[in-house]
């Protein structure tokens, strides 16, 4: 199985590490992985023919901070699962990027390479069956009228 992940990680030492543990494994899945350091350079990487089956995303960016690096995320392609990483772990944090469109929040100093491939699997699973449920429920919706 190749995932085709988009990292946005300002921390050039934090993104290296997360590259090692994606793309050093020799197991059945395998990530192709596009880092960008900013919130303007991935949305610019986003809006052309790249694929992208899941985003692993820092809520401190040089360009965007907090939840609304989420927002900005989602409003640019809905059909994108998101998985934020942060040095924050307050609830009230998880619970504002979960609203904001996250399927799942990890904080960076209990981070590794099993936790994030879990994740990255879970987020694609939910994400699809989330929009295979709701096109199921559009389907069979009676006509207004």
């Known amino acids: 199985m190749l995932i085709h992940a988009l990292l946005i990680e300002d921390d050039t030492d934090f993104a290296e590490l997360v590259t090692f543990w994606l793309t ?74 979960i609203q904001s469109g996250a399927e799942d929040h990890i904080v960076k100093a209990e981070c590794d390479g099993h936790t994030l491939i879990a994740a990255s699997l879970n987020a694609i699973a939910r994400h699809f069956e989330s929009r295979a449920l709701q096109h199921r429920c559009v389907q069979s919706s009676p006509p207004h009228g």
Do not use: C, N
């Open 24 to 97: 050093g494994e020799d197991g059945s899945i395998q990530f192709d992985l596009h880092w960008e350091t900013t919130l303007s350079g991935a949305l610019i990487y986003l809006g052309g023919e790249s694929r992208v089956d899941v985003a692993i995303v820092d809520l401190g960016l040089s360009d965007s901070q907090g939840p609304e690096t989420v927002t900005k995320i989602a409003e640019a392609t809905a059909e994108m699962p998101l998985i934020v990483l942060s040095a924050e772990e307050s609830d009230s944090v998880v619970y504002s990027v």
